[in-house]
């Protein structure tokens, strides 16, 4: 099943030619409208008029996240605030979210991007899909919200958590297709047992899961657990939410759209492109976005491109798992986090020094984080209610700025160990099994 034939089996040099056409629009569109990159463009000496084929996207400036927080909130924008209908944020690597717009047309392309994913996965209009990605700045919950609409099947827009409602709710109203990060399904899965429900008092048939990587052992785990076929979805804010790529009936890599966004990957130190099948640095070009188009937007996820024709008939370039990242950036529970959003928290409360480990790890398969982080001498004492107010606060305040829980441990002061190199402060012991 395929939702727009006409796109996704398009013949590669047609598709060049609709990529070099639609780049060409693109760039006169943020030269005239960002002056951000009016102003990379002319420091690199290049006109619009430069760009005349697809391969010639190289000449132009790379844009990162740090980009888009020193432009927060709307300094990227290419239209009026007139123009936009949509806002979603993700975690910048600071305390400031990093913004993303939409005009109409752009969450028209976005849902249509979604709608190939959903189709691909082998979902109709009969569906009934649970959507229990996060509604709100995430991408995740409307993204899915509004792809499952636009290919005629019902939603139940449970948004993430409360996990035995989830349950109860997919169980009365039939829910065939699950849409969450993988971590949440293996939870779900679990708290199913718990429940004493039987994956045969489901009619779930389909997972949609991403925003987080995930292995091949967990999908076979998944799929037992829930009865379910499980299909990988990827997507980053920064170019439209879920729906960037997809899975087909094959499963032998995730197709991406890159009639929408062109796709590159780089050695993440040189910033030059790989050889093909290389493993590298992906980088996305926006090639329709209206809003706040992005050129060269370096995700820092690290994979590979296939441009073999897939046995699907879909000629869109197939993208390996997501092997890791060029930046620290974690994945708590579908959350970004950034281990300097932490620290600048603990920065700006006199109360700390700026000594702390990060431990991450996966209980009950549950994504759990814990600080420790030394409080300042003369403010660390043997008073238990003095510390456990202090510790209140600081959970508080990373909640507020992270968005997820995090066990807060005050430590004696000078009791961390100190590093004599590069300071090694973020265990990641999840085991992606
Ligand atoms: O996670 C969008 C999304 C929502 C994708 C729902 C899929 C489903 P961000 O919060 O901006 O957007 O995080 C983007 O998450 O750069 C990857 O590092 C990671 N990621 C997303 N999907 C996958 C996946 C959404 N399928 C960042 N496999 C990306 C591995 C993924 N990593």
Redesign the pocket.
């Known amino acids: 099943m395929i939702w727009n034939e006409h796109i996704e089996c398009m013949s590669r040099e047609q598709l060049r030619d609709l990529q070099t056409a639609r780049l060409k629009e693109t760039v006169e569109r943020v030269y005239h409208n960002t002056p951000f990159y009016r102003k990379k463009m002319q420091e690199l000496g290049i006109l619009p008029s430069d760009i005349k084929d697809i391969d010639d996207i190289q000449k132009l400036p790379f844009t990162t996240k740090e980009d888009l927080r020193d432009n927060y909130p709307f300094g990227l924008m290419a239209v009026p605030m007139s123009e936009v209908v949509r806002i979603h944020a993700?975690s910048g690597t600071t305390g400031k979210p990093t913004v993303v717009a939409y005009t109409r047309k752009d969450v028209s392309q976005w849902t249509e991007c979604v709608s190939r994913c959903f189709t691909a996965f082998g979902a109709t209009k009969q569906d009934i899909f649970q959507i229990s990605?996060g509604y709100g700045l995430?991408?995740?919950g409307l993204?899915a919200h509004y792809g499952t609409e636009n290919i005629g099947a019902s939603v139940i827009p449970m948004s993430s958590g409360n996990t035995q409602k989830q349950l109860q709710i997919m169980q009365d109203f039939g829910a065939t297709v699950l849409c969450c990060t993988p971590s949440y399904a293996l939870f779900i899965a679990d708290k199913l047992a718990d429940m004493g429900i039987s994956k045969d008092d489901l009619k779930v048939r389909i997972g949609v899961f991403?925003?987080?990587?995930?292995t091949e052992n967990m999908r076979k785990e998944l799929e037992e657990k829930l009865g379910i076929k499980a299909y990988?979805?990827?997507?980053?804010?920064?170019i439209c939410?879920?729906g960037v790529g997809y899975e087909c009936q094959n499963q032998s890599g995730t197709h991406l759209c890159e009639d929408q966004f062109y796709p590159e990957i780089v050695d993440p130190k040189t910033l030059k492109p790989v050889t093909q099948a290389t493993e590298g640095e992906l980088v996305f070009t926006h090639l329709t976005k209206e809003a706040m188009p992005l050129l060269r937007y370096r995700?820092k996820?690290l994979t590979s491109l296939n441009y073999d024709t897939c046995a699907c008939g879909r000629t869109a370039v197939r993208m390996g798992k997501?092997l890791g990242?060029s930046d620290d950036m974690l994945?708590i529970r579908g959350v970004?986090v950034f281990p300097s959003q932490i620290e600048s928290v603990i920065l700006q409360m006199p109360e700390f020094e700026p000594h702390y480990m990060i431990y991450v790890n996966r209980e009950n398969n549950l994504d759990t984080m814990e600080l420790h982080v030394e409080a300042r001498p003369d403010l660390y004492s043997d008073n238990v209610g003095t510390m456990i107010s202090l510790t209140k606060k600081l959970t508080a305040q990373l909640n507020s700025i992270l968005g997820i829980a995090v066990k807060v441990k005050i430590v004696e002061p000078r009791s961390l160990a100190r590093s004599e190199g590069k300071a090694k402060r973020v265990f990641d012991n999840r085991m992606l099994k």
Request: net charge negative; glycine share 20%; aromatic share 16%.
């Open positions: 993700s990605y995430f991408t995740g993204g991403g925003a987080e990587p995930w990988d979805i990827y997507g980053l804010s920064e939410g879920p995700t996820d997501i990242r994945i970004n």
